[in-house]
């Protein structure tokens, strides 16, 4: 269950969806900004499941948990890149590098992606993490453009030429900065490449600042946007969101549980059945 300023979020970025999805515009990162306790992961949490409630057909999905990486830039890019390369991702790579060499040439639009990701990381996925794809090329650095997880990405991003892909990064402000950037933009960095990044992140987000100071020019320019939102949590909003979420209660009582609240995110909690008295 959704308030209203998080179900507009969620329309939003099904609507970049249903763009992107059809092809023509390229691939495209949305940055949904909020407070810890707005209701982000919520959003994003949900964001198929109301892609699917708007009758928009479903692609291929990524998810990575900002949270759940480790902390250092090593080890976390190499979790970044089996994020990306789940079970769906790798299928479709390697039927499309299959495809590509039974016809003796590359598909039409993928060229750069293919001979930058696929290659490489099948490759890698085969071999070792040291593997690139002339089987001898090592890793410039986690966050290099030819390092597994910028190679991973471009991976993605071929695929999603000819099956869309969602890229739901939660908490991106929890990765390397340096990393989120080089990842998101070899993602979107295709002009005929179909992602949608949704990512998560806090304002004044270093991550943010980055994405969108070098989308203003260059590979990536107009494909990085924050998503319009209000993400004011004062008791007053809590309060128009609990009556929101519980008709029932009355104004009073939203008001009460308000002040007994901090963020958006207790208030979803209260939201589940009986979770209230």
């Not at 079970?87 to 039974?102: N, T």
Request: glycine share 10%.
């Amino acid at each position: 269950m959704l308030g209203q300023r998080q179900e507009a979020a969620a329309a939003e970025l099904a609507q970049w969806w249903d763009g992107i999805r059809q092809g023509g515009v390229g691939s495209h990162t949305v940055l949904l900004v909020g407070p810890a306790g707005w209701g982000r992961s919520t959003v994003l949490d949900q964001l198929p499941q109301f892609i699917r409630a708007a009758g928009c057909p479903a692609g291929l999905e990524v998810r990575i948990n900002g949270n759940s990486l480790p902390d250092e830039p090593g080890p976390q890019a190499a979790a970044v890149r089996e994020s990306l390369l789940g079970p769906g991702i790798r299928q479709q790579a390697a039927a499309l590098l299959y495809r590509s060499r039974l016809r003796g040439h590359r598909r039409l639009g993928t060229d750069r992606l293919l001979a930058s990701g696929i290659a490489g990381t099948i490759s890698l996925l085969r071999a070792s993490l040291a593997t690139a794809a002339a089987g001898t090329v090592a890793d410039d650095g986690p966050a290099s453009q030819n390092g597994a997880a910028a190679r991973a990405a471009r991976v993605v991003a071929a695929v999603s030429v000819s099956t869309p892909t969602l890229v739901i990064i939660d908490d991106a402000d929890e990765l390397a900065p340096d990393l989120a950037v080089t990842v998101i933009e070899n993602l979107i960095d295709g002009h005929d490449s179909k992602v949608l990044v949704a990512a998560g992140v806090e304002p004044g987000s270093d991550v943010a600042a980055a994405l969108l100071s070098r989308a203003r020019n260059g590979l990536t320019a107009g494909r990085v946007h924050r998503a319009r939102g209000d993400a004011r949590m004062g008791s007053q909003s809590r309060a128009e969101l609990i009556g929101e979420l519980h008709p029932h209660l009355t104004e009073a009582e939203a008001r009460e549980l308000a002040r007994q609240t901090r963020t958006f995110a207790e208030i979803f909690a209260a939201a589940r059945p009986g979770a209230l008295p």
